[in-house]
C-alpha cells in the first residue's frame, strides 16, 4: 500500500471530524464562525484532493464538495455583508441581512449537500484502498508534484501577465496556498513563500469584497449610502493588492 495513500487517507479522516464538528455547530446555531469553519474546511478538502484527479472515486467527492461550497456561497457572502455594515454602524442595514440569514444554519446543517459530501467522504478510503490493491493508483506521490507544480506554473504565468485577471488570480492563489499546506513534503513553498501567500489571498479578498458589495446596490437600493465608501474601498484595494503580487512574484522568483 503506498505509504503516502495512508498520508492522504489520515488527512481525508481528519477533514471529515471537522466536517462533522461544523455541521454539529450549525445545528447548534451557537457559534458565529460555523459557516466560516466549513466553507474552509470544505475548500482545504478541494486542495487535497484536486492533485488526485484521474483516481477513482475522485471525481465524485470533488463534485460533492463544490455542491457545498456552491450552496454555502451567497449565505457567507450575505454574512459577511453583514458584519461588515454592523461594524460600519449601518445598524438598520445589518439587522435586515441578519434576518435574511435565521434559519441558514439547520438548513446547511440538514442539506442534502453536506449529507451527499460526508457520505462519499466516509466511503473514500475503503475505495481508495481497493484501488491500491487492484494497482489502479500508481506513482501517487508524483502526480501530486506534478499537479502541484502545474499549479505554481498556472499562477507565475498570470502574476507576469500585465492584464491579469483579479479574480482568477485570487483562486490561483488560494489553490497554491492549499496545495501547499494539504503536501508540505512534496510542494516547493517555504515559510517566506507561503507568508506572501497568505498576504495576496488577503488583499485580493478585501478588494473582492468590495467589488461583490457594490454589484449589490444595483440589486438592493437600500445599500446606496456606502456606494462611494465602496467605491473608495475598491479603488484601495487594487493598489493594495497589486503591492502584494509584485511580492508574492518576486517570493517565487527567489
Known amino acids: 500500500m503506498p505509504k503516502m495513500l495512508d498520508e492522504v487517507i489520515a488527512h481525508l479522516l481528519g477533514v471529515e471530524v471537522r466536517l462533522m464538528a461544523c455541521q454539529a455547530r450549525l445545528q447548534a446555531q451557537t457559534d458565529p464562525e460555523a459557516l466560516h469553519d466549513l466553507r474552509t474546511t470544505v475548500r482545504r478538502l478541494r486542495s487535497l484532493i484536486r492533485p488526485l ?21 451567497p449565505y457567507r457572502d450575505r ?42 467522504l466516509d466511503g473514500f478510503p475503503r475505495f481508495a484502498r481497493a ?21 505554481w506554473r498556472q499562477l507565475e504565468h498570470a502574476l507576469k501577465d500585465p492584464g491579469h485577471d483579479r479574480h482568477r488570480l485570487r483562486l490561483l492563489i488560494k489553490r497554491a496556498r492549499y496545495g501547499a499546506e494539504a503536501y508540505p513534503s512534496l510542494d516547493k513553498a517555504d515559510a517566506a513563500l507561503l507568508k506572501q501567500l497568505r498576504r495576496a489571498q488577503g488583499a485580493l479578498g478585501d478588494w473582492h469584497d468590495n467589488w461583490q458589495w457594490l ?27 497589486d503591492r502584494a503580487l509584485d511580492k508574492l512574484l518576486a517570493a517565487m522568483g527567489r
Do not use: N, Y
Not at 228 to 234: E, H, I, P, R, T
Open 79 to 120: 454574512e459577511v455583508l453583514a458584519a461588515h455594515l454592523r461594524k460600519g454602524g449601518h445598524d438598520d442595514l445589518a439587522a435586515v441581512r441578519e434576518g435574511q440569514m435565521r434559519g441558514v444554519f439547520p438548513q446547511v446543517a440538514d442539506s442534502a449537500e453536506l449529507k451527499r459530501l460526508l457520505r462519499i
Open 215 to 241: 454589484l449589490q446596490v444595483e440589486k438592493e437600493p437600500d445599500l446606496l449610502p456606502c456606494l462611494q465608501q465602496w467605491q473608495a474601498g475598491l479603488i484601495k484595494g487594487e493598489q493594495r493588492s
Open 131 to 151: 484501488a491500491a490493491r487492484q494497482k489502479l493508483i500508481g506513482d501517487l506521490s508524483g502526480k501530486i508534484k506534478k499537479r502541484l507544480g502545474k499549479q
Open 53 to 73: 484527479r484521474g483516481l477513482p472515486g475522485v471525481d465524485q467527492l470533488e463534485e460533492a464538495a463544490r455542491g457545498v461550497g456552491q450552496l454555502t456561497t
